[in-house]
């Protein structure tokens, strides 16, 4: 009886962490999918994983760039040839917030390029809020 008693505590002390790794899952599943789309130009796509402020801004520029055909296929190019790694993930869930650190790897740069993402968190969803 003694076993199952201390079985039950301990179950219920990693309860918690459990639950921390899933937010961190959902973080950086998130994350992926906004940075995979921002990074391929699919700006819809990246909108829809952020909060509607970000989004607006986001979708802003796609807009501004259907203005200029030329330049708009020139910078899809560039964009489609950087690509990302996600360095580290910290969930503040008393703030909740999470920061996703990422490396952008941008062609002919011999160093990554530092790069971080706010997300607001709101019960099971996780929202890009910020681009630093």
Do not use: H, W
């Amino acid at each position: 009886m003694k076993k199952i008693v201390i079985l039950a505590l301990v179950a219920l002390c990693l309860l918690p962490l459990a639950a921390c790794d899933r937010t961190e899952e959902r973080v950086e599943a998130v994350s992926e999918t906004f940075l995979n789309a921002y990074y391929t130009a699919e700006y819809e796509k990246a909108a829809a994983c952020c909060t509607p402020a970000l989004a607006a801004q986001v979708t802003k520029g796609a807009r501004a760039q259907e203005l200029v055909p030329e330049l708009a296929e020139k910078m899809k190019e560039a964009v489609r040839s950087t690509s990302f790694k996600i360095v580290s993930i910290a969930v503040d869930k008393d703030a909740a917030r999470a920061t996703v650190r990422y490396d952008l790897l941008v062609p002919g740069l011999d160093k990554p390029v530092p790069k971080a993402l706010q997300l607001q968190l709101e019960g099971r969803t996780a929202l890009v809020d910020r681009i630093e």
